[in-house]
C-alpha cells in the first residue's frame, strides 16, 4: 500500500508539471520561425519538394565524374547561350525541368559534383561546334565542403581565366543556398567568388534572396538539390532573365561606340625648317693655301734682293 500511495502522488506531480508548463507555453508571444536559422541537425535541414530518380550518364576520364553537354540545333534569329555548371544543371539537361526563351538557345555543360578545379578541366577540352553568344557559369557550391576558402578563390579565378581564354562574354551566377551546411560560411564563399569575378571584370549575380529558407518545397529531400517545382522553375527564370540582360547590356554598349563621333586624322606636319642666324664667312680660296707662290721683288728701297734673284713666299689664310 505505502508503493501504491508513492506512485500515484508520482503520477499526480507530473500531470500537475505538464499542466503549468502547457499554460506558460500559451500565454508566450508567438514569435515567427523565419527569425531563427535552421538548426545544424534535425529534420528542418532537409526539403519537402520532389526530384526527379537519378539517372546514369557517361563517366568522363579527365574528372572521373559524370558529364554531360548537350547543344541546341543551329537558330539563326536565336542567341546561342552556354551554361556550364554542377549537377544544379541535371534536370533541365535531362528534360525533367524545361528552359525555352523566344530569343534565346541554351546549351548546357554539367558535371555532377565538381567544383572549380573539375569544371574547368571540362570546360578547358570541351569541343563546341559553333562559339557561344554568352556564357554562363555558375558558381560552384561543392567547393563549400572541399578545401579551404582561399584554395576555392585561387580555383574559381583560374576557371574564369580559362572561361575568359575562349570566350570573352561571360558572366556568373549565384550558386543557390544549401540548407545542410552553415548560412555564415556560404556568405564568405559568395562574398570571396564575387571578389573573383570583380578583379578579372566578370559580372556576378547574387541570388540567394530568391531562395529563402522559410520554404522548404524549393529544395529537395536532401536540402542540398533544388525541387523540380518551384526549386528548378526560379533557377531557370533566373538563367533566362540574367542572360537576356546580359545580352542586352552587350548590344547598348556597341550601339554606344557606333555613335560615338569618328575621331579625324591628324593633318601633315610641315618638315621643320633649320635657320641660321650669325656673321657671313668668307669663301674658302680655290687654291690650295699651302701651295708655294712666287713674287717678283720689288724694285724700290734698298733692301731689295739682287736683280734676277727670286724669293718664294707662302701665302697664308686665317679663317
Not at 128 to 148: F, K
Request: with cysteine; hydrophobic share 40%; net charge positive.
Amino acid at each position: 500500500m505505502p508503493r501504491l500511495k508513492k506512485h500515484n502522488r508520482s503520477i499526480a506531480a507530473k500531470k500537475s508539471m505538464e499542466e503549468r508548463l502547457a499554460a506558460v507555453v500559451a500565454s508566450a508571444p508567438l514569435v515567427p520561425t523565419t527569425c531563427f536559422p535552421p538548426p545544424t541537425r534535425g529534420p528542418s535541414r532537409r526539403g519537402t519538394g520532389l526530384r526527379h530518380r537519378v539517372s546514369t550518364w557517361p563517366v568522363s576520364p579527365l574528372t572521373g565524374r559524370s558529364h554531360k553537354m548537350i547543344i541546341p540545333a543551329e537558330s539563326p534569329d536565336k542567341k546561342f547561350v552556354l551554361f556550364v555548371g554542377d549537377s544544379h544543371l541535371r534536370a533541365i539537361v535531362d528534360g525533367h525541368v524545361k528552359i525555352s526563351h523566344k530569343l534565346l538557345s541554351f546549351g548546357l555543360m554539367s558535371t555532377p559534383g565538381a567544383d572549380a578545379k573539375d569544371l574547368r578541366t571540362e570546360m578547358v577540352r570541351a569541343v563546341l561546334p559553333r562559339t557561344p553568344d554568352l556564357v554562363c557559369v555558375l558558381a560552384p557550391s561543392n567547393n563549400l565542403t572541399r578545401g579551404t576558402l582561399d584554395q576555392a578563390a585561387v580555383d574559381f579565378e583560374e576557371l574564369l581565366t580559362s572561361a575568359l581564354s575562349r570566350w570573352p562574354k561571360l558572366f556568373v551566377l549565384d550558386f543557390p543556398p544549401r540548407r545542410t551546411v552553415d548560412q555564415d560560411l556560404q556568405e564568405l564563399f559568395r562574398q570571396e567568388f564575387h571578389r573573383v569575378a570583380a578583379r578579372k571584370g566578370v559580372r556576378y549575380y547574387s541570388i540567394a534572396e530568391f531562395f529563402p529558407l522559410s520554404q522548404r518545397d524549393l529544395w529537395s529531400w536532401d536540402g542540398v538539390h533544388l525541387s523540380d517545382g518551384s526549386g528548378m522553375r526560379t533557377l531557370v527564370t533566373l538563367l533566362c532573365d540574367k542572360s537576356s540582360q546580359e545580352l542586352e547590356m552587350a548590344v547598348a554598349q556597341e550601339e554606344s561606340r557606333s555613335m560615338l563621333p569618328a575621331v579625324p586624322a591628324p593633318a601633315p606636319r610641315p618638315a621643320p625648317r633649320l635657320v641660321v642666324v650669325g656673321e657671313a664667312r668668307s669663301p674658302r680660296p680655290l687654291h690650295n693655301p699651302l701651295d708655294w707662290k712666287v713674287v717678283e721683288p720689288r724694285r724700290t728701297g734698298s733692301s731689295s734682293p739682287p736683280k734676277g734673284v727670286k724669293v718664294q713666299l707662302r701665302v697664308c689664310f686665317v679663317f
